[in-house]
Structures are given as structure tokens and as C-alpha cells.
């Protein structure tokens, strides 16, 4: 299951004490350094950890767990949702075992990381909107992966990532261009620009939901985007507000196709979701930005996923090194659904990568 995706509403206080409606992303592309240096952090780890260890630290007080599954070349999986790890290592990471060692963390503020918002910030709406997007936002998770490839001595790192994890995947190639040496984007959200069309996840699933289900998803997405009430939540209330999500997709996938496979979750984000949605704004576009990207890129499409190709092709487009491969009998897991072509298909990828 998924987190949703879409155009986001995001309110600010004046001064005044009224509220507007704002549409300017708090992440800025090609800063993530010059944010950690204005507020006295660094990309530098802790010495001594081990690559295979249960659990990395990236920074003072944040843990990020950790599973290791193979042998050989490193790929480093960037999970998706946002907020939503996976419970198990994917089923195509075990077949391709052999000569490929998988790392699976669970991002800052999910799972089984460390959480560094339990409670509400202080300060009015604005400013805990910073707050929250600053300590969980895009930029955070950004030096988090840079810290994770120097934490395993790698110089250019091969990235693997799924549905919102593909964005994430693809603004550190763009942050950092010289650090990767492969891109796989598997089912990627297509928020290279914003609002994202018909690529917006809302509208596919609302399209497929009886009248009962999407009555109670536009009260989950008025209670979402309400973010002056949300932000006096606890960790714990958001996360399970995200979880209910979870339902809705799934009820609109498989009244489509009765026989989808729907993989399990980790424990969810809360504050870490709404900080994602704080870094994406209701408008953006990071098309140019993208086209930073100097590794060659692999995105795999499942032919039956609630997202058209469509969109999927947008996001292609915005690199300047991508094809697209589409996975006949698969949705939006096809690392699940369809593990033996989703791991022939990464293989072949690769070893055309090493030569």
C-alpha cells in the first residue's frame, strides 16, 4: 500500500493571524549543504560502523535501520509511500542474492528509525512547518542517503528506488551527480513538476472507489491537509492517520484486479509524511534541475498499475540518460508481483551499466 500522493494544499499564518492558501515547495534543489551548514550540521558519520550492521547512525540521535540480503555489488533500495517501509526484504532481492548485496533502511521519522518529532514543534503554524519540514523533510533525507554511501565507503553509489523513493533517488543524482553510477526507479511518483495531472494518485484512486470509499477519502484528505490541526498532533495520531490511507488503495486496486498482490508495510511515518508533503508544496517544477542527472537510468513501469504510462513516461523524459521497461502482469510492486522478470530485467540493466 501506498501513502498519498497528489496536490497538496499548504496553509501559512501571517502575521495578522489570518491564512492564506500557498503553493511554494520548502525544498529548494541544490542546497541540501548549504541548509545542514546554516543550521550547524554536517555530512560527516560516526567512524567505525560496519556496512552490514542492524542499525546505521547518520547524525547525533538518529538511527536508521538497517537489513543487508546478499552478496556482490552494492544497491542501496530508497523505499517509497512516503513514510512506508517495507516489512520484509522484496521477494526479487532474494532471487538476485547471488551477486547483488541489497541494502533496505527504513528512512528517519518510520519504521524502525529513529523518529526525531514525537511531539508538536513549538512556535505558530509557520514556524513548525519549518521545523517539521526541516528535520524531515526532502533535504533531510538527501544528506541521509549521501551519509549512508560514504558510511559504506562506496564513491558513486547504485540506487534503487520505489514510487515516492524514486523521486528522492532521483534529486540526490541530480544533488550530487558524480556519486551515482546507476539509477533504477521502480513505479516512480510522478512529481518531477506539480501538480501532477493525471498522474496524481488521488484521482486514480478516487476513480475506482464506490460511493461509501470515496466519501471517506475526501474526509481523510480534508482531516490531511488541515494542517494547522494536524500540526498540534502527536507522532503517533499522524501515524495512524496516514495508515488509513492504506484501505482506501487497497479497496481501489483490487476492485480493478480482485487478484493483486498488495505486499506489507513497516510501522508508518507520521510527522515524516507530513514533512514530505511541506518539501513538495502545490507547486513546483524540477525539470531542469533533473536534467543534472549524468547516470544511466532504468525505470520499470508495471502495465496494470493505477498510474498510467503516461506518467510514468514524464518522468523518463525529465532524464537525460532513462528508458523505460514495462512489466506485463504487474502493478505497482512488480518486485513483488513479478519477481523473476523484475530481477532478470535489473540484471541485464546492470551488467550493461558495468561495461
Not at 94 to 110: E, I, K, M, N, P
Not at 117 to 125: N, R, V, Y
Not at 161 to 170: E, I, N, Q, Y
Request: charged share 20%.
Amino acid at each position: 500500500m501506498v501513502v498519498a500522493l497528489g496536490a497538496l494544499a499548504l496553509l501559512v499564518g501571517a502575521a495578522a493571524g489570518t491564512w492564506w492558501w500557498m503553493g511554494r515547495a520548502l525544498f529548494e534543489p541544490g542546497t541540501v549543504e548549504q541548509v545542514l551548514a546554516e543550521r550547524g550540521e554536517t555530512l560527516e558519520v560516526p567512524p567505525g560502523q560496519r556496512a552490514d550492521a542492524s542499525s546505521w547512525q547518520v547524525a547525533p540521535g538518529v538511527q536508521l535501520h538497517h537489513v543487508a540480503v546478499g552478496q556482490g555489488r552494492d544497491l542501496v533500495v530508497v523505499h517509497g509511500g512516503p513514510g512506508l517501509p517495507p516489512a520484509a526484504p522484496w521477494r526479487a532481492a532474494v532471487l538476485a542474492s547471488d551477486t547483488l548485496r541489497w541494502h533496505f533502511y527504513d528512512q528517519r521519522g518510520c519504521g524502525a528509525s529513529s523518529r526525531p518529532l514525537i511531539h508538536a514543534p513549538p512556535g505558530g503554524t509557520w514556524q513548525a512547518m519549518q521545523a517539521v519540514e526541516a528535520r524531515l523533510g526532502l533535504a533531510a533525507q538527501l544528506a541521509d542517503l549521501e551519509r549512508i554511501r560514504r558510511l559504506l565507503g562506496q564513491e558513486r553509489l547504485t540506487l534503487v528506488g520505489h514510487s515516492f523513493g524514486a523521486l528522492v533517488a532521483a534529486l540526490y543524482a541530480a544533488e550530487w551527480p558524480e556519486r551515482v553510477r546507476a539509477l533504477v526507479l521502480v513505479a516512480p511518483a510522478p512529481l518531477v513538476t506539480m501538480p501532477a495531472g493525471d498522474g496524481d494518485l488521488f484521482t486514480q484512486v478516487r476513480a475506482r472507489l464506490d460511493p461509501e470509499g470515496q466519501r471517506a477519502l475526501e474526509a481523510w484528505m480534508k482531516h490531511t491537509f488541515d494542517f494547522p490541526s494536524r500540526l498540534q498532533e502527536d507522532e503517533a495520531r499522524l501515524a495512524e492517520h496516514f495508515a488509513d490511507f492504506g484501505p482506501l488503495y487497497a479497496q481501489a486496486v483490487q476492485r480493478e484486479r480482485p487478484e493483486a498482490l498488495l505486499p506489507g508495510s513497516g510501522a508508518p511515518g507520521g510527522w515524516l509524511s507530513l514533512g514530505l508533503y511541506l518539501s513538495l508544496g502545490r507547486h513546483h517544477d524540477w525539470s531542469a534541475w533533473l536534467r543534472r542527472v549524468r547516470a544511466p537510468t532504468l525505470v520499470i513501469h508495471g502495465a496494470e498499475d493505477l498510474q498510467p504510462r503516461t506518467a510514468t513516461a514524464r518522468v523518463v523524459q525529465a532524464l537525460p540518460h532513462a528508458r523505460l521497461v514495462e512489466l506485463s502482469g504487474s502493478g505497482h510492486f512488480p518486485f513483488e508481483e513479478q519477481p523473476e522478470a523484475f530481477a532478470a530485467t535489473l540484471r541485464a540493466f546492470l551488467a550493461e551499466v558495468e561495461h
